[in-house]
């Protein structure tokens, strides 16, 4: 069970901070480095994969409700990103599923776990699940790219890079946000800027191009396990195109459903906590 004190809403940047020290923190083999893990709860393994520029503080909003229904949760920073060390070869989703394998065995043996992924790494979790089926019992995808032949939609983004620290940059990462992530004005507050923000400046794997293919589309197929998707129906990267989400998550042989959650956007599972953890839940009981 979670700990009595974890937090149930995670709503401030204190909240965050309690829940990131009621974690477990195990490091498993990365290159030369380690790959680190944040793990909460007991019970049956679900493993939480990040998005791109992202870390476990992606998935900030649904750990706790999973821990509370008897799971434990496996969350990395993937190689390359957070407190990760990054890749020895490769910079892109398919240089990370033997990073994650070799953490997952070092952390739960020959188990099989539940895999979720967001955007970035709902790709990447979509390739571990073609390549390691023994050890995938279900697959689901939250906001995944790489669907389409078609390119997906251009988000017209600040340049932050080269500004020095101040409210120039954060003007500029907080338009971002507004941007590519976050649906409703109100979604933009000062815990969705602090983890954007300190996710994006820690990313360490830049060179990342094959979530602009189609090569998830074409990974799907491939995935024996069970697989799922859920979608903010204001996606800015699927905007008015949600017909290719539907037919690209179908190409799965055991294709079970897709969710989509109104009036939220790409980085759903923060965005409407409330309407996104129950249809996690059910997924992973179904």
């Given at each position: ?12 940047l204190?909240?965050?901070?309690a ?8 490091e498993?083999?990365?290159g ?32 706790g409700?999973?821990?509370?229904s ?7 920073d ?28 070092a ?8 895999l979720v992924?967001?955007?970035?790494g ?9 390549d390691?089926p023994?050890?995938?019992r ?10 389409s ?12 890079l ?32 602090t ?10 794997l ?14 799907m ?12 129906a204001?996606?800015?990267?699927y ?16 294709f079970?459903s897709?969710?989509?959650i ?15 953890n ?9």
């Amino acid at each position: 069970m979670p700990p009595a004190d974890m937090p149930n809403k995670i709503a401030t940047l204190a909240h965050a901070k309690a829940l990131e020290r009621l974690a477990r923190r195990v490091e498993t083999p990365c290159g030369a480095g380690a790959m680190v893990w944040h793990v909460w709860g007991e019970g049956p393994p679900v493993v939480l994969i990040h998005g791109g520029s992202g870390s476990w503080s992606h998935w900030v909003r649904s750990i706790g409700p999973l821990a509370a229904s008897g799971r434990s949760v496996y969350v990395p920073d993937l190689p390359g990103c957070g407190d990760s060390a990054p890749p020895p070869q490769g910079h892109d989703g398919d240089a990370l599923p033997p990073w994650i394998d070799r953490g997952v065995r070092a952390l739960l043996g020959a188990t099989p776990f539940d895999l979720v992924g967001f955007s970035f790494g709902a790709m990447v979790s979509g390739f571990f699940a073609a390549d390691y089926p023994a050890q995938v019992r279900r697959l689901i995808l939250v906001g995944a790219p790489a669907l389409s032949s078609a390119p997906m939609a251009k988000v017209a983004l600040r340049e932050w890079l080269p500004l020095p620290d101040g409210p120039e940059r954060e003007a500029a990462m907080l338009f971002n946000l507004r941007a590519l992530m976050l649906a409703r004005d109100e979604s933009v507050d000062e815990l969705a800027l602090t983890l954007y923000a300190d996710a994006l400046k820690r990313d360490r794997l830049t060179k990342r191009r094959m979530a602009a293919t189609d090569v998830l589309l074409r990974t799907m197929p491939r995935i024996a396990c069970p697989v799922w998707g859920i979608w903010g129906a204001e996606d800015v990267l699927y905007h008015d195109r949600f017909d290719v989400v539907t037919q690209g998550i179908a190409r799965a042989p055991d294709f079970r459903s897709l969710a989509m959650i109104p009036r939220a956007g790409h980085w759903v599972q923060f965005e409407d906590a409330d309407a996104f953890n129950p249809l996690l839940l059910a997924m992973l009981d179904e």
